[in-house]
């Protein structure tokens, strides 16, 4: 027999197969965020999700826009307004052992959080997720989380809120703390 034959030969009895499962949009192209050539480079002024997200990046990427910044305080959580644009900001944080932001939303922003150095906990009622530096997270207005450093060395991370954060409301229990979810 051939090749030509061989190719155009039938099998004889072929086995049923069962139908495919059906897979979502991030099993089949995988996470967006961590393929960089679909990301979009940085715009001046970014107007969607995925330029916010190239905008963290490339200010995470240039160490010399921010490291000099960086101050830590025991007392409180430090942060400093790196940039604005036309409906968004830019902010720069830090975070020695043991501080939390506490459970909250940010209002009627989206936003990016980016770590640029060291470790924090981002809880939820999904539970504890640990973002090492380059770790981001992008969430939607109404998203409820409490960001904490629970390593032993300072830690340092980009927020980009759009629009610009108006308002940040405090929830009354802390997923960081199982027993205070059950009623």
């Known amino acids: ?7 155009n030969a039938t099998p004889a009895a072929a086995a049923p197969t069962a139908p495919a499962p059906v897979e979502s949009d991030l099993q089949i192209a995988g ?3 961590s393929v960089q050539h679909l990301l979009q480079p940085a715009r001046e002024h970014p107007a969607t999700v995925a ?3 190239g905008l963290a990046r490339s200010i995470a990427a240039d160490r010399s826009e921010w490291e000099h910044l960086v101050r830590y305080d025991a007392t409180t ?3 400093h307004r790196l ?3 036309p409906g968004y900001e830019v902010w720069l ?3 020695v052992p043991g501080q939390g932001s506490g459970l909250h939303d940010h209002g009627d922003s989206s936003g990016v959080l980016t770590v ?3 470790e924090l906990t981002e809880h939820t009622a999904r539970g504890p997720l640990t973002l090492s530096a380059g770790s981001q997270r992008v969430f939607a207005p109404g998203y409820a989380h409490e960001v904490q450093n629970d390593s032993l060395d300072g830690a340092v991370s980009l927020h980009v809120y759009f629009p610009g954060l108006t308002e940040m409301p405090m929830h009354s229990c ?8 059950s009623v």
Do not use: C
């Not at 027999?1 to 190719?7: A, E, Q, V, Y």
């Open 116 to 118: 640029l150095d060291g």
């Open 174 to 181: 802390s997923p960081a703390k199982p027993e205070a979810l």
């Open 93 to 95: 944080l830090s975070w």
């Open 31 to 33: 996470d967006i965020l």
């Open 83 to 85: 940039r604005t644009g």
């Open 1 to 7: 027999m051939n090749s030509t034959s061989t190719l």
């Open 77 to 79: 959580r430090w942060y």
């Open 51 to 53: 330029e916010f997200v």
